[in-house]
């Protein structure tokens, strides 16, 4: 897997691509890429069209970026769409473990040094982390 610097400019969203994405998606997105830069390639094929990472590619042009990192499959066609819909299914499939996101979170939200982590960033909105962020305050079950 060789890993390219692209121009955005000669990359196309799959135009088949069964995930669609909200102006609330990529809104999370642009603001993930802005705070941490791309950490993850899309992946394409050799025409430029991206399975993976269209959602990125589409807040990277909001946000005026000219450039992504990008790998190209050697899949062919159908294995590359079956790729896609999995790479889209798969992180469905998963849930956060409350308490370990509640505790994590808090963390981020403390600042000892001055380097912000700004959680909103992160892809939950102000409501949802502050339902999040809610401390249990009921006495333990007893048994």
Same mark, same amino acid.
């Given at each position: 897997?060789? &890993?390219e610097?692209? =121009?955005?400019?000669r990359l196309?969203?799959?135009? $088949?691509?069964?995930?669609?994405?909200?102006s609330? %998606?990529?809104g999370?997105?642009?603001? %993930?890429?802005?705070?941490f830069g791309q @950490?993850k390639?899309i &992946?394409?094929?050799n025409?430029? /069209?991206?399975?993976?990472?269209?959602g990125?590619?589409?807040a990277? @042009? @909001?946000l005026?970026?000219?450039?992504? +990192? !990008?790998v190209r %499959?050697?899949?062919?066609?159908?294995?590359l769409?079956? +790729?896609?819909?999995? =790479?889209?299914?798969? @992180? #469905?499939l998963? =849930?956060?473990?409350? /308490?370990? *996101?509640?505790?994590q979170?808090?963390?981020?939200? +403390? &600042?000892?040094d001055? #380097?912000? &982590?700004?959680? +909103?960033?992160? !892809?939950?909105? $102000?409501a949802? *982390?502050?339902?999040l962020?809610?401390?249990?305050?009921?006495?333990?079950?007893?048994?």
């Open positions: 897997m060789k &890993v610097h692209l =121009d955005i400019a196309v969203p799959d135009p $088949e691509n069964a995930r669609r994405h909200t609330e %998606s990529i999370a997105i642009a603001r %993930s890429l802005r705070q @950490q390639p &992946v394409l094929d025409t430029g /069209t991206v399975y993976a990472g269209s990125t590619l589409i990277a @042009q @909001q005026g970026w000219t450039k992504l +990192y !990008g %499959s050697g899949l062919d066609a159908r294995k769409r079956a +790729y896609a819909l999995a =790479d889209n299914r798969t @992180q #469905e998963s =849930d956060f473990d409350e /308490t370990l *996101l509640r505790q979170l808090r963390e981020l939200s +403390y &600042v000892p001055g #380097e912000d &982590v700004v959680l +909103y960033d992160l !892809g939950w909105t $102000e949802e *982390l502050a339902a962020m809610i401390e249990d305050d009921a006495p333990p079950e007893s048994t």
